[in-house]
């Protein structure tokens, strides 16, 4: 038999094979973050699902014997009725209550002819709307786009449904520009015009184009001289200063070219002070 060895008066331990399980500094396992992370975002799609559900539950019960029957249009101007049905985009046999006027009211303000426009709910069937148009001022036609668009008076240009360009009684604006632009001087333009109009407003409403240096304006800001259309001259320039003036010696231009029997004329300039430049319309014009 083999002899145990001594170790200083003590038997030596038997070693074991079994080893022991790691723990953490804190004597547990750790746990990672990312099943908490996937829980919370499963429980608030929950809840989003839940108060959409709720919310249309909400509605429909609101909304319980009220259906849609009739829709009130009022409108500034010549929008017609099934363009702004087109626009609100109101489903067939929808109920009043679940109807998001909202939604209505920002799909009319995508119409480019529509300025502002108002929504509501009148229980127990219909629809009130309120339409503020933009106000033509100007057509021109546009030469890239190949049809008629119209100017606001802020210089925005538009298609306009409802209007018919060819008899329109706006002038025409002889400049190029597409839709969804702005035509910076045109709210100068307006200005003088309504002042024009209270010199001589008959005169004023006869001219059928206006015709403006935009390069000039774009150095500027400003508006010296402008040319008009009108059913006696067919280019008459003006300045924008001193209106009345130029106003009074036009007055004694047509009633001399009346006698002589001389109208229509083909130019008369009136921008330079205390001269008047007249052309007659050539024979067979």
């Known amino acids: 038999m083999k002899k145990r060895e001594i170790v200083r008066g003590k038997e030596p331990r038997k070693r ?25 975002a499963v429980g608030c799609l929950l809840a989003l699902f839940a108060a959409k559900e709720l919310r249309d539950f909400i509605g429909g019960k609101l909304a319980d014997g009220h259906r849609l029957e009739r829709i009130e249009i009022a409108t500034t101007g010549t929008l017609p009725r099934s363009n702004v049905i087109q626009l609100l ?14 939604r209505c009211r920002n799909n009319l303000l995508k119409c480019p002819q529509v300025r502002d426009a108002h929504v509501e709910r009148a229980y127990p069937h219909t629809i009130r709307v309120k339409i503020l148009e933009r106000t033509p001022v100007f057509k021109l036609f546009s030469s890239r786009e190949k049809t008629w668009l119209f100017v606001a008076e802020d210089g925005f240009v538009f298609t306009c449904a409802g209007v018919d360009p060819s008899p329109s009684t706006v002038p025409q604006l002889n400049c190029s520009a597409e839709a969804g632009t702005t035509l910076f001087f045109v709210a100068e333009l307006c200005r003088i015009m309504e002042e024009a109009r209270s010199i ?36 008459l320039r003006l300045r924008s200063g001193d209106l009345v003036r130029q106003f009074a010696e036009l007055e004694y231009v047509l009633t001399d070219a009346r006698e002589r029997h001389m109208l229509p004329l083909e130019k008369v300039d009136l921008s330079i002070r205390g001269r008047a430049y007249v052309k007659p319309m050539a024979r067979g014009k």
């Open 89 to 102: 985009k109101i489903p067939r046999g929808a109920s009043l209550g679940a109807i998001d006027i909202v």
């Open 16 to 40: 074991t094979s079994s080893k022991r399980s790691k723990k953490s500094p804190g004597g547990r396992k750790k746990t990672g973050l990312l099943p908490v992370a996937l829980l919370l």
């Open 200 to 235: 001589n407003g008959p005169f004023v409403e006869s001219w059928t184009a206006v015709s403006v240096d935009e390069a000039n304006y774009s150095r500027t800001g400003r508006i010296d001289e402008f040319e008009v259309r009108c059913g006696s001259i067919a280019h």
